[in-house]
């Protein structure tokens, strides 16, 4: 016998990675120049330069029982020390390197968040649609219930008076994920302080805090000098949930962190929560190696430049075409409006006659849209353009 609900996350199947082997399969039989794959959000861009050239370093000079040994739970204090540093700088919020837990990556971050924070049967942890879909299982894994604010289909924005709706006594928190996965959007500083005022008032009015969790993988990529709100310094009651699996192209190096500041009710007793967390879950003892790197590459930036050339080519082709689009300041996705309404369908037929394969939006709590991750080579956009031109020909 087996745990029922984790034989059905074990068996469930995913879209995003059905379409993505489909593609690859596909490619045997018409040649990987005529598959326009959209599925998966893989960086693109190469890690910068100092990135590589600290890895060869490291190796070069670093004893190996020092360079592949354990760290320390929570992570070297020399990184974590960096890391505090960099924050100051850029947002002067006064963290210490005692504010960080590192993780193998965003996931794990959010996971130990969400079951720091659970605190009984009935908790409460919110979402704003379109959200990641794996917030469901680390919410729901953490023993928690997932509620989800419907997705204000006009702006991308955040629907405060849904919100207001879904908020009871037994709410912890809220997930916030800007810039966002699927939509691009970055959410504003009015929208931010309209979240925290709310949370604010009900917190007041349940005799308990209720959280931010701000997921915020995305942070750095953002386009045309559109300002990211650093949540922290507008709500005090914020954890960060951090990766640089995007901003430095190393999602396989499974590096991260969790930031609790000072200015959090319960500071304390939530880091150490999320300590116990991470332990219970298996997530300790980040690696070293990537640690070290982090040291001193955690103020490099990504170049987005490629980024940015295939976010103009696909916004400004497909709302040319008559798609209806968000508008996407941040990530490396667009999230597009099915030209029936039903992006299951038009996923369906674009993967069938043309190779085209874009995700539907249901997993992301928004049905009638797609995403697409335009993470991928100008080239193969271009190819592309002509399938979705037909796409939608094919409904007028």
């Known amino acids: 016998m087996v745990n029922k609900k984790n034989y059905e996350l074990g068996t469930a199947p995913s879209v995003i990675r059905e379409l993505f082997a489909y593609g690859l399969e596909k490619a045997k039989e018409v040649g990987p120049e005529n598959i326009y794959d959209y599925s998966l959000g893989n960086p693109s861009v190469p890690a910068p330069k100092k990135v590589n050239e600290t890895i060869h370093q490291q190796v070069d000079t670093v004893e190996p029982i020092k360079l592949h040994g354990y760290s320390m739970a929570a992570g070297f204090d020399e990184a974590r020390d960096a890391v505090a540093a960099n924050l100051n700088e850029r947002y002067d919020v006064h963290v210490t390197k ?22 009984s049967h009935d908790t409460e942890i919110i979402a704003i649609a379109p959200f990641f879909p794996e917030y469901k299982v680390f919410v729901e894994g953490a023993g928690a219930k997932f509620k989800v604010v ?14 207001e709706n879904l908020i009871t006594d037994k709410t912890q928190a809220v997930i916030v994920n800007s810039p966002n996965n699927p939509s691009g959007v970055v959410y504003t500083e009015e929208t931010i302080l309209k979240i925290g005022e709310l949370l604010h008032k009900k917190a007041a009015e349940y005799g308990h805090p ?4 701000a997921d915020e993988p995305y942070r750095e990529l953002v386009y045309g000098g559109v ?21 430095l192209s190393l999602p396989g190096e499974r590096i991260g962190y969790v930031l609790v500041p000072d200015t959090c009710e319960d500071s304390k007793e939530v880091y150490a929560a999320v300590a116990g967390a991470a ?6 003892c980040p690696p070293t190696l990537i640690q070290r790197v982090i040291e001193y590459c955690v103020g490099e930036m990504p170049d987005l430049e490629a980024y940015e050339k295939n976010r ?27 030209p029936n309404g039903d992006a299951n369908e038009f996923s369906e037929r674009a993967k069938l006659n043309y190779n085209l394969l874009v995700v539907p939006g249901d997993g992301f709590g928004c049905s009638g849209w797609f995403r697409l991750s335009y993470c991928v080579d100008y080239d193969m956009i271009e190819r592309s353009l002509p399938a979705f031109q037909k796409m939608i020909d094919s409904y007028k």
């Open 210 to 213: 209720i959280y931010i969790i």
């Open 227 to 247: 300002k990211v709100p650093f949540i922290p310094t507008l709500y005090d009651n914020t954890i960060v949930c951090y990766s640089w699996s995007k901003s």
């Open 150 to 163: 419907p997705p204000d289909r006009e702006n991308f924005q955040v629907q405060i008076d849904e919100l």
């Open 279 to 284: 332990r219970k879950n298996g997530h300790v």
């Open 98 to 119: 005692d504010n960080l837990f590192f993780t193998c990556g965003a996931a794990p971050a959010l996971t130990a968040v969400c079951s720091a924070l659970r605190i």
């Open 312 to 338: 103009e080519l696909i916004y400004g082709s497909l709302t040319k075409m008559g798609y209806h689009c968000a508008k996407p300041d941040g990530a490396f996705y667009l999230f597009v409006e099915a």
